[in-house]
């Protein structure tokens, strides 16, 4: 089952594999940031989505039974991307925005703006309700750097954001809950998949430049996954059993690609700038194509979910989710479980080049 893109299959070096895994985790309070500030998906929502009207929600069990048995809204059997990123940044995991608590000297840590079902086209995961847009998520942390202004000096401030470590998660809706849905949009009807790659990325590309408006200058930004081989797109039986949808990974690599693209252009033009592309698409294809180097046994259906490949239905409340939890790459008919976030986050913090590029996430956090 290997995957393809732009017709390069993935080259597995197990060797790479073993050290990511095996690499120890820091020692907490050894923090490495003074902040963190996240924007994005449900990847990485950890709350936001419970205080909105959406139906794209999960603060119900079995969502966190392998964090206690405590749903909180993240879309994980357990822990998140941030969560296992604050664990190696030796710092808390930062709190939603939307959460009524967020204020005052919680949001000295850094706040969390992201939510499930957001793209970075407004419209895109309307289907599910309401949700902060990448713009909207974008002016959240205008309001979050207001209060900060009260609370520090203007040249304390301006180091502080200088320091902190800004996530950015976002593309996986704009064609899953967007260019993918034909009955409910019509992107695909105008644009190709190379023009509405494009339209994402000038979009993107703005707001990038906003937050370094902002103030901000450490920010790590994801691509996107093979989505072609989601539980949710297996599901719909378009493409030859036991494979991904090959169709839907061909159009991804415009994305990715440009995503790199516009952080060498960034890095080159923006003074004390240090951006980074996260290839997602990479790291997943990795354990998709061997599974057992990473102790993975299951990469083709869902750990919780109904119908084909566990995927035509995502997780429903109080249902019965696989009990080997830690060899399923995916937990729902769209997210991974925590065993496969563990992989992603350590080869983003301690990755070569082809991981994080320029630099990881642990060298990123060294720069100045």
Known sequence: ??????????????????????????????????????????????????????????????????????????????????????????????????????????????????????????????????????NRQVLNLGTTLSQLRTMMSPQNLTDYLARSLVILVFGSNDYINNYLMPNLYSSSLRYRPPEFANLLLSQYGRQLLTLYGLGLRKMYITGVAPLGCIPNQRARGVGPPERCVDTVNQILGTFNQGIRSIVDQLNQRLPGAIYVYGNTYGAFGDMLNNPAAYGLSVVDRACCGIGRNQGQITCLPFQNPCPNRSQYLFWDAFHPTQSALSVLVRRAFYGPPNDAYPVNIQQMTLLH
């Open 1 to 134: 089952m290997r995957i393809q893109s732009g017709g390069y299959a993935f080259i597995i070096v197990a060797v790479m594999a073993s050290v990511i895994i095996q690499q120890p985790k820091l020692v907490t309070g050894q923090a490495r940031v003074p902040a963190m500030f996240v924007l994005g998906d449900s990847l990485v929502d950890v709350g936001n989505n419970n205080f909105l009207a959406s139906i794209a929600r999960a603060n119900y069990l079995p969502y966190g039974i392998d964090l206690n048995f405590r749903p909180t809204g993240r879309f994980s059997n357990g822990m998140n991307f941030i969560d296992l990123l604050a664990q190696l940044l030796g710092i808390s995991s930062p709190p939603p925005f939307a959460d009524p608590t967020t204020s005052g000297s919680r949001i000295l840590g850094g706040v969390n703006y992201a939510s499930a079902a957001a793209g970075i086209l407004d419209e895109s995961g309307q289907n599910y309700g309401d949700r902060f847009s990448m």
